[in-house]
Structure formats: structure tokens, C-alpha cells
């Protein structure tokens, strides 16, 4: 059995960076970029949270250790269309970046 990991909050301080300087920094500091994780694992194939969480339960302990959490998950955010749509990018699943990206949007900023 898998054990889920909660997500802690993220700070996204990266907000300065371009998005070139956001896929550098992410691309070669990620833990995920060594891991020897089945690529799978990083796609969970529900679109319920609480289940996709389940899924991905390894990918996302690998997020909570990840040097470069936060500008990953601002890579996803400012991407929701492209490379941010599916998958486990800052330890969030994508039901949880929509989220995210609606309360941004409205202006609330915690989770």
C-alpha cells in the first residue's frame, strides 16, 4: 500500500523569473530529472483529486523534497495550457493546480 503524502503550502517566489530562466533553473535542478521513478507514476489517470493523489503518491514524495518545488509549480501555473495541463509538477496534481490557478485568478493566495 502506498501512503499519500499531503502537500505542504508553496511559496512561489519565483515570480521574477522569465520562463526561460524558471525551465533552466526546474530542468536541472529537479529531483524528478534523476529519479529512476517509472515516467507513469507522474501521470495519474483520474481526474478525482483525492485518487489522482493516490496515484502519484511517489512522484509527489519526490516533489516534497525537490530543491526547486516552488518554481516548478510556477511553470505549471503560468502554463495551464501546454506543458502544465497533465501530470504531477510541484507536487500538485492537476485538479489541484486548477485550483490553484481559479484562486489566483479571485486574487486568494493561500491554500
Request: charged share 25%; hydrophobic share 40%.
Amino acid at each position: 500500500m502506498v501512503t499519500t503524502v499531503s502537500p505542504r503550502p508553496v511559496q512561489c517566489r519565483s515570480g521574477q523569473l522569465n520562463d526561460h530562466e524558471l525551465v533552466v533553473r526546474v530542468y536541472r535542478q529537479a529531483r524528478c530529472a534523476t529519479s529512476c521513478l517509472d515516467p507513469d507514476e507522474w501521470f495519474p489517470l483520474t481526474a478525482d483529486v483525492g485518487r489522482a493523489r493516490e496515484q502519484a503518491a511517489r512522484a509527489i514524495a519526490i516533489c516534497a523534497e525537490c530543491p526547486v518545488r516552488a518554481e516548478c509549480l510556477e511553470l505549471s501555473l503560468r502554463h495551464s495550457f501546454g506543458i502544465g495541463v497533465y501530470g504531477v509538477w510541484g507536487g500538485l496534481v492537476a485538479g489541484e493546480r486548477r485550483e490553484l490557478r481559479r484562486r489566483r485568478r479571485a486574487g486568494v493566495f493561500s491554500r
